[in-house]
Every structure is written in C-alpha cells, then in structure tokens.
C-alpha cells in the first residue's frame, strides 16, 4: 500500500521493463528510505539490461523477426510468448528449443508441453546437457522405457506433434524457409545461438 511513482526509463524495451524497475525502486526504497533518489535514478539508467532476453536477432523486408532467448525453463518460454503476441498478435510465432539439462525436462515434463503448445510451430534441437550423468539420470527417471535421450525428446515431440532434431541443417533449412509475417525464438541457454548467429 504504497504511492508508486511512475518513471520513463528511455534506455529500457517494453512497458513490463519500465514497470520491474519501478517496482524494484519503490522496494529498495522501502528498504532504504533515506536513499538518494536522484543517485538511485542514475544506477538503474547506467543498468545495460541483460543480454539474450528476447534479442533480436534479424528483421527481414518481409518482417520475419528472429529472436534469441537464454530462456530454458517451461516459465520462460510461457513468458516470451506472451510478450511476443502482445506486441506481434499477426505473427505466426515458431519456437525452437534447445533443452539445458535433462533433469529439468524429466521433472517438469508436464510444464514444458503446457508452454511449447502456445507456439504455432515447435522444433526441439538436441540437448544442450551440461553437468549430468545421463546413464544414472535415466536409470532413475520416472519416465519408464526410456533408454536415450533422444527417445525421451523423441516421445515428448511425438505426443505434442513437434519436430525433433539433432541435425542443425534442419534448423537452417526452418530458417531459410521463413513466411511472410512469421517470428521464431530461439531458446538456448549455449551453442544454438552461437550456431544461428554465424548463418544470418
């Protein structure tokens, strides 16, 4: 229950960006109240933002956007979505996701479809597995019959009607192939990026 005052940080992209810093304001002067405003203004405008949060990547004649995301987890993709059809709601919205760690996906296996299925086309890329020992993992999962990692993305596609790959050529030729008025989103939290960028 507190006035919030509303600021214009003109460094920052999209209304929701100006609305977290202004509520990130109003808390830390909550929690500081002899702060120096006018010094705290100045921080959060020298703030660069972070790279890879829906960067974008290429815009073509025809208005096909690509945008990169270091999202990885079912609520990012959610979330990227969201703001995409805010600010595109004309534009087919492809999704083309690299898992970061297989665990995650074990875990929330219900909440990755639940997000994907939001996107009008879904490409899922070969894991980026970092930190995990696959044999054990999978000798573990609740996901029974499951011997790879490839048939786990190979079922989670199969069951939503996706496409999966492990080859990057398909992921170039979904590029190359762009329609008029179609975005697509990378989410990758490693080499996918690095992969697209060298081939716009």
Wanted: contains cysteine.
């Amino acid at each position: 229950n507190t006035n919030i005052k509303e600021f214009n940080f003109k460094h920052l992209f999209w209304e929701h960006n100006n609305q977290n810093w202004t509520l990130v304001f109003e808390l830390i002067k909550q929690l500081k109240p002899d702060i120096n405003e006018k010094k705290l203004t100045e921080t959060i405008e020298e703030f660069k933002w972070l790279r890879r949060r829906l960067e974008l990547l290429k815009k073509t004649e025809n208005w096909n956007l690509i945008f990169s995301d270091y999202g990885h987890m079912a609520s990012s993709i959610k979330f990227c979505h969201q703001a995409l059809k805010s600010k595109y709601p004309d534009h087919k919205i492809t999704a083309i996701f690299q898992p970061h760690q297989a665990a995650r996906v074990i875990e929330w296996r219900e909440d990755f479809p639940k997000s994907l299925k939001l996107y009008d086309n879904i490409i899922i890329f070969n894991i980026y597995a970092a930190r995990e020992n696959l044999p054990e993992l999978l000798k573990n999962s609740p996901i029974k019959r499951i011997k790879t990692i490839d048939e786990l993305w190979q079922k989670l596609a199969e069951r939503s009607n996706w496409i999966y790959t492990t080859d990057f050529e398909e992921i170039k030729q979904q590029i190359n192939n762009w329609k008029n008025d179609e975005i697509i989103i990378i989410f990758t939290a490693w080499d996918l990026d690095f992969h697209i960028r060298n081939i716009l």
